[in-house]
């Protein structure tokens, strides 16, 4: 049995693949909607964010003997959380992780966290669209929202928590962009120019994340982009393509044998 942590659209892809060629899986995931690719496949899995102490008890319990740690490149606590389960409970621990992109441009600045990302947008003001999730929004409204000339428009999946938390921390309701991606060239374009956006503030989750789609359309109408870079963290066994996961996993099944 595989304890796999599926934390984006195409780690759950991964997961699929991995069923297709003969292992047992039991994924995890946060969200119920990140479920529905899972419940397609008919992949057992389990919602929610879990500590290492739980991770431990299902590894025990339903006989793991590898942890797949394939969440998003920005879910640094959950992979903290794996590594310190696998180590406890004496299992191997692989890291999928898609690979980086490399973004230099004069109008792209990369930054190391979201505060420093904050404090840029303060300095650069203008209408700010942050499509760094809700987890971190407090972090940019603080900063932004009571200064005089920024407009903070909020990018995010449409659901209540969400739409609360903007209620909470007073992002304005015309301000809010309730959407799911991903999202074409095009609708990017269409958002930035619809809010006359001169800067946007995105993460560094790869490709797949529709990252190119942002900062290809920003660019071309000559907006600013802060990127703020991944965790840095020391993963061990880490690897970016399906190819390398798959013959890793079959290596450690094929011991056990």
């Known amino acids: 049995m ?116 904050a404090q840029l947008a303060k300095d650069k003001g203008g209408t700010i669209m942050l499509t760094t999730g809700s987890k971190t929004l407090a972090t940019f409204t603080k900063v932004l929202l009571p200064v005089e000339g920024i407009r903070v428009i909020a990018r995010m999946l449409p659901n209540l928590e969400n739409m609360e938390k903007c209620a909470a921390l007073g992002v304005a309701q015309k301000d809010i962009v309730a959407i799911q991606g991903p999202f074409t060239k095009e609708l990017n374009h269409a ?35 802060i990127m703020i870079d991944r965790p840095n963290i020391s993963y061990g066994q880490q690897f970016s393509t399906f190819e390398e996961i798959s013959q890793l996993v079959g290596g450690i099944e094929d011991d056990r044998k």
């Open 2 to 117: 595989i304890l796999f942590l599926a934390g984006t659209s195409d780690a759950r892809d991964l997961a699929i693949r991995l069923q297709q060629e003969g292992h047992q899986l039991l994924a995890t995931v946060v969200t119920p909607s990140a479920a529905e690719s899972l419940q397609q496949a008919s992949i057992p899995h389990r919602i929610g964010r879990l500590t290492a102490a739980q991770m431990v008890d299902i590894i025990k319990t339903e006989g793991v003997h590898l942890l797949v740690d394939a969440s998003h490149p920005f879910a640094e606590e959950a992979s903290k959380q794996a590594m310190v389960a696998a180590q406890e409970a004496d299992v191997p621990y692989i890291r999928y992780e898609r690979a980086r992109e490399d973004y230099a441009h004069p109008l792209i600045t990369t930054v190391a966290s979201y505060e420093a990302a």
């Open 191 to 225: 958002l930035y120019t619809q809010y006359g956006v001169t800067l946007m503030v995105t993460k560094a989750s790869g490709k797949v994340g529709s990252v190119d789609e942002k900062i290809s359309s920003a660019l071309e109408l000559g907006i600013e982009i």
